[in-house]
């Protein structure tokens, strides 16, 4: 076929744009699927006899979403199955992480405190789901986050989400900064210590379990390094000084019992296991003071973990537990860690590998 110049350049008509595009819907319904993808562009507007749409560019402000318009939305995470992109499994933990809002907390003395706190929401998904939708988590909580803190709001809040996603297993982790004022050692002085402290609620396979996770940072002096300094002072008039550094514990505790175990109790049950916790304000006296008070209780990692589980084992209102220490050595460019824990609820064979990093509290 010869094809002219000047019939290239030619404006097409009206009928004649008409006449190719029956003549290209026609050939398409006998084409093949790898003729269909040849052709590179995407004809299925065409092909159902649609021109290309006239786009708004301006935000409908006034635009309002009625029950009926609702319906038509898609929403892919609720799919079918057949839209399952790799391996059809269950999956144990799917949800959101650190969403933020303030909550009030009950105090040992009869206050109410409100806190910043960062708000973990999982639930199980089953093998034949496609997904969640994680706002309903949020909203489920939402609905709860005013009243005052208690582990049975967190219950209420699980038990609305697990229904509205239609989950067998569900859980809610909720983290903060508990600031509790501290006396120092001699001046007389007090201050604010900050406490990361957090609750947890969680069911697996019907049963649930309330959680508490408190990092506590108390100074470590070596044994081993205090017992040498004076060998050298004693046989060879020598001043040496031992090493200590700031050292921190995961406790993590299961609640258990008709009795609360408020969060100045388990901080408590810390400082009397291990009193050399780090200070806030601090004179001469109380600096002189640390000092003896850490050579008073010189030790190492595994006196730590041993000396809290005994703390914690002998509390009628804790039953499992895990204490993970860590002593970020001032003599070793590495740290010494240790875990140690009660019962099933935190026994693993493998853990994070960035479990230990996570303990370094910046000052």
């Not at 921190?248 to 291990?274: K, T, Y």
Request: proline residues 4%; contains cysteine.
């Amino acid at each position: 076929m010869n094809v002219h110049a000047s019939e290239i350049d030619r404006e097409m008509q009206a009928e004649e744009a008409r006449d190719a595009l029956n003549r290209l819907r026609a050939w398409a319904q006998t084409a093949s699927e790898a003729d269909l993808a040849a052709v590179g562009a995407d004809l299925s507007g065409l092909l159902a006899g649609k021109a290309y749409p006239e786009f708004s560019r301006d935000y409908p402000s006034d635009f309002t979403v009625d029950a009926a318009y609702k319906d038509t939305l898609p929403d892919l995470q609720n799919g079918p199955s057949s839209l399952i992109r790799g391996a059809k499994r269950a999956i144990q933990h799917v949800g959101i992480s650190n969403f933020r809002l303030p909550i009030r907390f009950h105090t040992r003395d009869g206050g109410d405190i409100a806190l910043e706190t960062s708000v973990t929401g999982t639930v199980s998904l089953e093998a034949e789901k496609k997904g969640i939708n994680m706002s309903r988590i949020m909203r489920s909580f939402y609905r709860h986050a005013e009243k005052t803190f208690s582990f049975e709001v967190v219950n209420a809040a699980l038990e609305d989400y697990k229904n509205d996603l239609e989950s067998f297993d569900a859980r809610i982790q909720m983290r903060f900064s508990y600031p509790v004022k501290v006396q120092s050692l001699r001046s007389g002085l007090w201050g604010y210590q900050y406490y990361d402290i957090a609750l947890e609620l969680n069911e697996t396979n019907g049963v649930r379990k309330k959680i508490m996770h408190l990092d506590y940072v108390y100074s470590s002096t070596c044994p081993c390094s205090l017992e040498l300094s004076e060998h050298a002072r004693e046989m060879r008039g020598q001043l040496a000084t031992p090493h200590s550094q700031r050292s921190v514990a995961r406790i993590s505790v299961e609640l258990v019992g008709p009795n609360r175990l408020w969060f100045e109790d388990l901080l408590e049950l810390a400082r009397d296991a291990v009193p050399t916790e780090t200070q806030v304000m601090v004179k001469r006296e109380d600096e002189q003071a640390f000092a003896e008070l850490n050579a008073a209780n010189p030790i190492f990692v595994e006196d730590a973990a041993r000396l809290f589980s005994k703390a914690l084992e002998d509390d009628p209102r804790v039953g499992d537990f895990r204490v993970v220490a860590s002593h970020q050595e001032s003599l070793h460019s590495h740290d010494a860690v240790s875990i140690l824990t009660e019962g099933d609820t935190f026994a693993a064979e493998s853990y994070d590998p960035k479990m230990f990093a996570t303990l370094h509290h910046a000052g």
